[in-house]
C-alpha cells in the first residue's frame, strides 16, 4: 500500500487572468541503444513517461494544478509522484502552453481556460507504488511514440517542440544542464 496521498480540491489552486494555472512535466530517462542496424548504437536513447487518461483514449503526461503553497517547479514535480510514481530532478522550463479543460470549469475560471508551465524532469526513481496507481498506468516510449499516442495536441507540441527542441540543442553541448546522455 501506498503512504504518500494525492491532494485533492480546488481550495488552494491559484489562477490568472481567469485561466487555471497548471504545472506538468514530460518525464525522461535514457537507455541503451541495442539497434544493430543503427550507427548510434552506443550511443543512448531518450525515452519519455507517458500515463493513461482517466477519461479517454490516448496518453498523457503528468499535469495538474498549481497551488498557493508550493512553487510551479515543486508542483510539477509533485504530480510527477503522484500520477506517474516517478521521482527527479527538474532540468529545464520547456514552456507555457494555454489549453480549455472540459472537466475542470469552476466559478474561478468558467470558461475550463488553463495555462499549464510545462518542465523536462530527469528521472532518478520509479516507485514501486505511488498515490494514483489503481488508476494509472505508466508506459515509457520513444519520442515519435509518444508524438503518435499523445492525447492533446497541445501536449504533442510540447513535446515536440519543447522538449525534443530544447535536448537537441542540450545534447550538443548548449542546454545547460546536468544529465548525462552518454
Request: aromatic share 8%; charged share 30%; net charge negative.
Amino acid at each position: 500500500m501506498c503512504d504518500l496521498v494525492a491532494r485533492t480540491g480546488r481550495h488552494q489552486q491559484r489562477y490568472e487572468d481567469g485561466r487555471r494555472l497548471v504545472a506538468g512535466c514530460i518525464p525522461f530517462r535514457y537507455r541503451a541503444n541495442n539497434d544493430e542496424t543503427s550507427d548510434d548504437k552506443h550511443k543512448k536513447l531518450v525515452e519519455v513517461l507517458m500515463i493513461n487518461s482517466q477519461s479517454g483514449p490516448g496518453l498523457l503526461f503528468p499535469k495538474g494544478g498549481w497551488e498557493n503553497d508550493e512553487t510551479v517547479e515543486e508542483a510539477a514535480a509533485r504530480e510527477a509522484m503522484e500520477e506517474a510514481g516517478v521521482r527527479g530532478d527538474i532540468v529545464h522550463l520547456l514552456g507555457f502552453y494555454d489549453f480549455k479543460s472540459k472537466t475542470h470549469q469552476d466559478s474561478c475560471c468558467p470558461e475550463g481556460m488553463c495555462r499549464a508551465a510545462v518542465f523536462a524532469l530527469h528521472v532518478k526513481e520509479e516507485l514501486t507504488s505511488w498515490p494514483e496507481q489503481s488508476t494509472r498506468q505508466r508506459t515509457w516510449l520513444t519520442v515519435p511514440e509518444a508524438a503518435s499516442r499523445c492525447r492533446y495536441q497541445w501536449m504533442q507540441e510540447a513535446l515536440l517542440t519543447g522538449f525534443s527542441d530544447w535536448h537537441d540543442k542540450w545534447s550538443k553541448g548548449g542546454g545547460g544542464t546536468n544529465c548525462d546522455p552518454a
